[in-house]
C-alpha cells in the first residue's frame, strides 16, 4: 500500500513538472506565403533572424486604424535594429479597399493579403486586431488581442529585440 502511495506521488510530480515544461516550450511560428498589393510573395521565413510583429487587422476595423500610426513609427525607429512588420489584412473586399488604405496611411511596412489558412495556422482569429511577436529563431512569444497602446508596443519591441 505504501508503494503504491509512494508510487502515485511520483507519478503526479513527474506529470505536473511535464505539464509546467510544456508551457515554457516555444510555439514555432507557423509560415505563411501571401501576396502583397504588387504581387509580390511575402513569407514568414524571410525574415529569420529578425523581431518580427505578425499583425491580423482590417481597415473597417477602427482599433486596427488606431494602432497602425504606432507600427508606423515604431518601424521607422526600429527597423535598423532588426524589426519587421506585416500586416495581414482579412477585408473581403480585398486589395480593392486595402491598397487605397495603405496608400492613404503611407504604410511602410509590408501588407498583405490573408487567407482562412493563415488564419487557422495562427489559431483561428477570433477578433481583430490580433498581434503576434515572432522571435529571431521564429517562435511566438507573445499574442495580443485587441489594440496595442504605444507604450506596450514600444516596451514589447524593446523587450523582444534584445
Not at 48 to 55: H, S, T
Not at 108 to 116: I, L, R, T
Amino acid at each position: 500500500m505504501k508503494r503504491l502511495l509512494i508510487a502515485t506521488l511520483l507519478l503526479t510530480v513527474v506529470l505536473f513538472v511535464s505539464a509546467i515544461s510544456q508551457q515554457n516550450k516555444p510555439t514555432k511560428a507557423p509560415n505563411f506565403s501571401l501576396k502583397t498589393e504588387d504581387g509580390k510573395t511575402v513569407q514568414l521565413s524571410d525574415f529569420k533572424g529578425k523581431l518580427v510583429l505578425v499583425n491580423f487587422w482590417a481597415t473597417w476595423c477602427p482599433p486596427c486604424r488606431a494602432e497602425i500610426p504606432d507600427f508606423i513609427k515604431a518601424y521607422d525607429a526600429y527597423k535598423s535594429k532588426g524589426l519587421e512588420i506585416v500586416g495581414i489584412a482579412l477585408d473581403r473586399e480585398g486589395w480593392s479597399v486595402v491598397k487605397p488604405f495603405v496608400a492613404k496611411n503611407k504604410m511602410n511596412y509590408a501588407v498583405v493579403m490573408g487567407d482562412m489558412k493563415t488564419v487557422e495556422a495562427y489559431g483561428g482569429i477570433e477578433a481583430i486586431p490580433t498581434s503576434f511577436f515572432v522571435d529571431k529563431n521564429g517562435n511566438i512569444v507573445d499574442k495580443i488581442v485587441g489594440m496595442m497602446t504605444k507604450d506596450v508596443l514600444e516596451k514589447k519591441i524593446k523587450t523582444y529585440l534584445k
